[in-house]
């Protein structure tokens, strides 16, 4: 038996927790890995890029998510004229939600380095302690507080969307997976150098010997396999339900960016050869040509080949899923017709 809206919105909202804190608690104990002698204002700008890319990333799942559950009908959409009479005014009035949407985030600033503070205090400035739990309690459930709030918001307006939906639309547009991998790299870009750079500090890391010294050398290549393994490992869910809502939400046509996933061949070469001789040989450029950019510059250099990798490996696995989400839709489509 189909489970009513508010269960199935309830149960949602209860199953999502556990990837909030998983990635939050991953990305904040990579934190308290890296940090040096962090000044607060170091540690909090870590701590709240963890809380923003988290929240940006669940937000974006969300979107596509409602419109595949409204149109497979996985739920009894019964009562929903009064609640839409309700809710209609304020989801239809952006400026109001554009608002909404801002304050959350002001809020949310100000409710971290409120228990940022409070949580140095307690614990004598004891950074792993304070990481630990502002970053790895405090945070995720505020996002999840949040997600309520958001999941009712985009339920509503996959409703609205598709009662005036026609799946025969000669409307369409093309679809780029391209696009949706560099958004995921841009967003793990903005977390990555804000726990990552702290590492400059480390000893490992000190540039007082120069650029083509051993030591910094073999630990910026640790570095980079770990940043791309994290990036891997947060990056693994199917992509298959959020694909479908895609599709019908934007009537994407058939005519999607093709992609040839890589040899595993070419994945090892590129993986074991490639991303530390190419960082052997910028440390060698920096030096050769004098260069000053310190440890910033030569990192984000270095992480080019990762971000090639990342790329190649993301746009194999999620070609897959948008081809089983096309076969998803249409399949759902005939039974609906069929139904008719």
């Not at 540690?43 to 990333?57: C, D, E, H, N, W």
Request: with cysteine.
């Amino acid at each position: 038996m189909l489970p009513n809206y508010p269960n199935y919105i309830n149960f949602h909202h209860k199953i999502i927790l556990k990837p909030i804190i998983l990635a939050s608690v991953i990305l904040n104990l990579c934190f308290i890995n890296n940090y040096h002698d962090l000044s607060f204002n170091e540690f909090f700008i870590g701590i709240y890029a963890i809380f923003f890319v988290v929240l940006l990333s669940a937000i974006n799942n969300e979107k596509a998510y409602w419109v595949y559950c409204v149109f497979s009908e996985k739920f009894i959409l019964d009562k929903i004229s009064d609640d839409m009479v309700k809710y209609r005014k304020l989801y239809s009035n952006k400026s109001l939600l554009v608002v909404i949407f801002f304050a959350t985030f002001l809020v949310s600033l100000i409710i971290l380095c409120f228990f940022s503070h409070l949580t140095l205090y307690l614990s004598s400035n004891n950074l792993n302690v304070s990481i630990a739990f502002v970053g790895g309690v405090i945070s995720p459930f505020l996002i999840w507080y949040y997600m309520r709030f958001i999941i009712h918001y985009y339920f509503y307006k996959a409703v609205v969307f598709l009662d005036e939906y026609s799946f025969d639309s000669t409307h369409c547009t093309n679809f780029k997976l391209s696009n949706i991998v560099i958004k995921e790299i841009v967003i793990s870009l903005i977390v990555n150098f804000s726990i990552v750079l702290p590492i400059s500090r480390k000893p490992s890391f000190l540039l007082d010997n120069g650029y083509i010294d051993i030591q910094f050398m073999i630990a910026l290549i640790i570095l980079l396999y770990s940043v791309l393994g994290v990036m891997l490992f947060l990056s693994r869910g199917s992509k298959i339900n959020y694909f479908m809502g895609v599709i019908l939400k934007h009537k994407i046509n058939n005519n999607i960016e093709s992609f040839r996933p890589k040899r595993l061949f070419i994945k090892v070469v590129i993986l074991i050869i490639i991303v530390p001789m190419f960082s052997i040989v910028v440390c060698y450029t920096f030096c050769f040509f004098n260069f000053n950019g310190g440890f910033f510059l030569i990192y984000t250099v270095s992480l080019l080949p990762i971000l090639f990798f990342y790329y190649l490996e993301r746009m194999g696995r999620l070609y897959k899923d948008a081809i089983l989400a096309f076969d998803m839709v249409l399949r759902l489509n005939a039974l609906k017709t069929l139904e008719k």
